[in-house]
């Protein structure tokens, strides 16, 4: 901001520069009142004896000229005549010195062309500092370094991430570490005839360390490392991209051995041949560049690719071949352990209070990444300094990570009671599914505040374990309680709200997931019919069909309302023989607005809530 600014100031010194230069010429050329000034006027003030002297300014038009008439006060004016001959011999009779000037050969100059070239030096000055800033890029970048790679060296020795650094990812680490120890003695892989991978692709969901790992690599080899993003390479230019692959590997073998880190590579490294116009022609020069440079050095040279990327379907097929990415490392979400070693890494040096259970943390955010639980330690923080406490509570935990998983709670909204009357039903089916099923379970919190996500309440499981894949039960205990909400909705007030079109389009996508994707359907059979969805992304083929016929569709749909309709009178039944605690539920949640899981429970204990008041009639 501060070199924008520079650059502006600059430029008004040039401006106000220029002016006062073509302001000075212009006074120059023009003597204030010449045009009051008259010949008269001077013979009266030579008769007055107010003339010290005159001056004869000639044009190269004789005997035309100018002239300048110098007072005894030291001021003076200028006025013009048609023959300086007659001023000379007034002087004469009246014993006036008179001065002549020579005749001047750069007036054209100073009034005409000069003023104009000083124009065109201010514009040029101005359009330079324009394209330097529109350079863009990095702070030396100007409009002629296109062609120059933009990633960014980290010297050895500079303030480096290692491997303790990295939390949770122990069997990532160890594929890794024979890349380190490749860079750091190579000679014993060389002296047995090993190669070692050129290119090492880290895959996986966003936020859960890639960039991280390869730094650690780096930083455990002790080597330079190159770090750029794929989309730096690609501009509107055609051939900058192939250029700036050409600069960065060229840069990279002066500084072997060293590691060169492309994050995103599929903004660069998408399949060929693909797009409504059959390819960008800019990036796929890029991606044959990089194909022929990674293919193109030796064994010891001491270069190698490490790319990060979670959309691995969408490379193109050549650059994943042996002997350009030769490894895919999976950089997946952390287990349980993992998710406790982050949490001590996030929470080294932030103070914490005496109820803070990372294990329990640990247990409670199945399915967070590295980035996800970072951000729910920092929200916390945030909390606990926003209501001026110098250490970190569990409640500040439990509200960051409703904030994080559901939206922010919206107190101050008005709802009116019959709304809030239904969203309380409505939340407590779902929470009586979660209890009672034992797949789902159990609830974490159960709310009828407004949230930033549009819901006017929700109900928050605890899934305590990070299940690998999803049993058929499994899926439909989720459609049962998909539909708790409206079933509550039904049997309380006879009417049903929208206030569950989320719910039925999960329900919806869940169970023809199961008879589609998984095979689960006892008349389909162990078939996919899935239709690719990725086909329009990839632009293979816009004009996709379906790969079964219309009856088979029939069965689909038909399989897909009798799987739903299955689920929804066995929920119906669960919700109907638990009717009382439906009613305590939804009493507490209008009292508190939030209840937590021991709340919750509480209610299936005996003579619990039996003084609520509340009736179920409408």
Partial sequence: MFRNYRSVFVFVIILLTAYGILNYFGQRNMMSGQEEYSYEQFQKDVDKGKVDYIVLVQNEEVPSGAVEVNFSDKSRVRFYVTDVNEVVA????????????????????????????????????????????????????????????RARLHEAGEKKVTFQDVAGLHEEKEELSEIVDFLRSPAKYIQVGARIPKGVLLVGPPGTGKTLLAKAVAGEANVPFFSISGSDFVEMFVGVGASRVRDLFSDAKQNAPCIIFIDEIDAVARRRGTGLGGGHDEREQTLNQLLVEMDGFGVNEGIIVMAATNRVDILDPAILRPGRFDRKVAVGNPDVKGREEILKVHTKGKPLAEDVDLHQIARTTPGFSGADIENLINESAILAARNNRRYIQMEDIRKSFIKVGIGTEKKSRVIPELEKKITAYHEAGHAILFHVLPDVGPVYTIS???????????????????????????????????????????????????????????????????????????????????????????????????????????????????????????????????????????????????????EFESLFTPDAGSDTGLSGEE
Avoid: W
Avoid at 107 to 114: A, F, M
Avoid at 116 to 130: A, T
Avoid at 461 to 479: A, G
Avoid at 556 to 582: F, N, T
């Fill in 448 to 598: 009828i505040i407004p949230t930033g996500v549009g819901a006017a309440g929700y109900t928050m499981p605890l899934p305590e374990k990070d299940n690998v894949f999803s049993s058929r039960n499994r899926m439909l205990q989720d459609i049962k309680v998909g539909m708790g909400g409206r079933i509550a909705e039904e049997l309380i007030f006879g009417d049903i709200t929208t206030g569950a079109s989320q719910d039925i389009k999960g329900v919806t996508n869940t169970a023809r997931a199961m008879v589609t994707k998984y095979g689960m359907s006892e008349e389909l059979g162990f078939i996919n019919y899935e239709e690719e969805s990725d086909e329009v992304f990839l632009g293979r083929d816009l004009g996709h069909a379906r790969s079964f016929s219309e009856e088979v569709a029939r069965k689909i749909d038909r399989e897909v309302k009798e799987i739903v309709d299955s689920c929804y009178e066995d929920a119906k039944k669960i919700i109907s023989g638990h009717m009382d605690i439906l009613h305590k539920c939804a009493a507490l949640l209008i009292e508190k607005e939030r209840i937590s899981r021991e």
């Fill in 90 to 149: 007034y002087a004469r009779e009246h014993s006036l010195e008179c001065r002549i000037s020579d005749i001047s050969h750069t007036g054209d100059l100073l009034t005409t062309v000069l003023p104009y070239g000083i124009m065109l030096l201010v514009m040029f000055l101005f359009m330079f500092i324009l394209m330097s800033r529109a350079g863009g890029g990095g702070g030396n970048s100007n409009m002629m370094n296109f062609g120059k790679s």
